[in-house]
């Protein structure tokens, strides 16, 4: 009979043991992962400048991915651990951000240069700001049949930069002109919303 509580008490220890070192593996294996996750952020957040479009593509599906797989875990994060898990996720969007900025710049002087011609360096003024709109939309009509939906959200952005260089014209624009310019932009949006459908 001792031999037997022995033998179990034995057995107890060793199961406590193998649970306790189950645990501490399993804290290590998270701490682990958060930390190849770490690396890999600062890897990639490290130079957003010089990173291609098909780079930074790739590097957005891999983030997915990977935070999938963290989230999965979370329930094992100490709060410490989930803070930092939050702060890393929100350095790479912050980075992503960083990077949408930089590129769409160049990108939007594209768009304004093709949509605009002249129009997107000429200063305008309440004189001569409906012939940029009609510039506008006469560019639209001819390229609208190929457009994507970001197409059409770059063609919206130079639409709306074009509205805040009118709203700085200093002088007054002429009652004809607005109406012009007003049947103008609601031409871009019926256009838009066609696209849509």
């Not at 306790?20 to 990639?44: I, K, M």
Request: glycine fraction near 4%; charge should be negative.
């Amino acid at each position: 009979m001792k031999d037997m509580f022995r033998i179990l008490g034995t057995c107890a220890v060793l199961a406590g043991l193998l649970l306790g070192s189950c645990t501490a593996t399993r804290e290590q294996q998270v701490e682990d992962d958060l930390s190849d996750f770490r690396a890999w952020v600062n890897d990639f957040t490290a130079s957003v400048a010089d990173r291609t479009e098909e780079d930074w593509k790739r590097a957005r599906e891999d983030f997915s991915k990977r935070t999938q797989e963290l989230d999965r875990k979370q329930e094992n994060f100490t709060d410490e651990l989930k803070q930092d898990y939050q702060n890393l996720k929100q350095e790479f969007q912050d980075a992503d951000e960083e990077y949408k900025r930089s590129h769409s710049a160049g990108e939007m002087e594209e768009w304004e240069q093709n949509l605009l011609g002249d129009w997107a360096t000429t200063t305008l003024n309440e004189t001569n700001v409906e012939a940029a709109y009609e510039a506008f939309m006469e560019r639209v009509r001819v390229e609208k049949e190929n457009w994507t939906n970001e197409d059409w959200e770059m063609a919206k952005r130079v639409l709306e930069r074009l509205n805040e260089r009118k709203d700085a014209i200093s002088g007054n624009v002429a009652t004809g002109s607005e109406v012009k310019i007003k049947a103008l932009q609601m031409e871009f949006r019926t256009l838009e919303t066609a696209a849509d459908l």
